[in-house]
């Protein structure tokens, strides 16, 4: 088993409604994220205390060079998420960014193994996972619906591999997959790598991961008792274009709002703090 100490980061609500600095705050305690071995199992400890973030600190990009800095974004179930932590404002205001101007500037591809114990298809995961791609890229110019947009997280390939999530160093590969989370509070987690900070030419995003919790049963229909898979996964793909949690009351009908709960589809349908956001971004 490889440990890896990490230190936790705070989001302040200051610097994502100023939306003038990455995801970075004052320490507050320090904990480990790890994956043993081929279990893929993600551990998140006691004393993150509900954090939404988790830095990972810094590692060099395999593919360009460039030291980076790595981000766990924890979507906690609603009973048990610890808000206040989260940006956001009322109306189209509704929005957050992980950095101002910290966006995708090239065009990649990701893989993603469907595998699940709830007996949802690979062609249901996959094609269901591109679809809520293309919503965030279809709104990139600020409306939806007009065959108009951006190329943001490129395709999808369904692979047999096991999969895991970057927690170290980022390997070039941007990875979907169900996996365990020791914390039963948790549904899902987003790993995102790039540069948050320095020059706006130079911030980018270099690459992204996601686990969603395979402790939870989840559903393609919005059932009641599951998590569904549509919802969630449209929240944290926000997240993999560059766009942070919310969570002021106000902005709950937001997409990017921080809570969730089973038989929740909300999050399925952009909303208009959603929409504005990616628009300010792309």
Not at 9 to 16: D, E, Q
Not at 78 to 86: D, E, F, L, R, T
Not at 256 to 276: A, N, P, V
């Amino acid at each position: 088993m490889v440990m890896f100490t990490k230190l936790i980061s705070w989001l302040t609500v200051a610097s994502l409604l100023a939306a003038a600095s990455p995801a970075l705050a004052t320490p507050n305690s320090i904990g480990t994220l790890n994956t043993p071995g081929t279990t893929r199992t993600l551990h998140v400890p006691q004393s993150a205390d509900h954090s939404p973030v988790i830095s990972l600190g810094t590692a060099i990009d395999p593919q360009t060079g460039a030291l980076v800095e790595g981000y766990a974004i924890i979507h906690y179930k609603k009973a048990n998420a610890k808000g206040g932590h989260g940006g956001g404002g009322g109306g189209t205001t509704c929005y957050a960014y992980l950095g101002r101007d910290t966006r995708w500037k090239t065009v990649e591809s990701w893989l993603i193994n469907t595998t699940n114990a709830d007996g949802l298809t690979d062609a249901f995961v996959l094609g269901n996972t591109s679809a809520d791609i293309l919503k965030w890229e279809d709104a990139a110019d600020g409306i939806v619906g007009n065959g108009f947009g951006s190329d943001i997280l490129g395709n999808g390939t369904s692979v047999p591999d096991a999969l895991d999530a970057d927690m170290d160093a980022p390997d070039g590969l941007n990875e979907v997959y169900f996996g365990a989370i020791d914390n039963p509070n948790i549904i899902a987690v987003t790993i995102v790598w790039g540069t948050f900070s320095g020059p706006p030419s130079l911030r980018n995003l270099v690459e992204w991961d996601m686990i969603f919790n395979e402790a939870y049963s989840w559903s393609a229909s919005g059932e009641a008792g599951k998590m569904d898979f549509e919802n969630i996964a449209t929240h944290e793909l926000g997240h993999a274009t560059g766009l942070a949690d919310l969570y002021n009351s106000s902005c709950s009908l937001e997409t990017m709002y921080g809570y969730s709960d089973f038989g929740e589809t909300l999050k399925r349908d952009l909303h208009q703090g959603d929409i504005t956001g990616i628009d300010k971004l792309y």
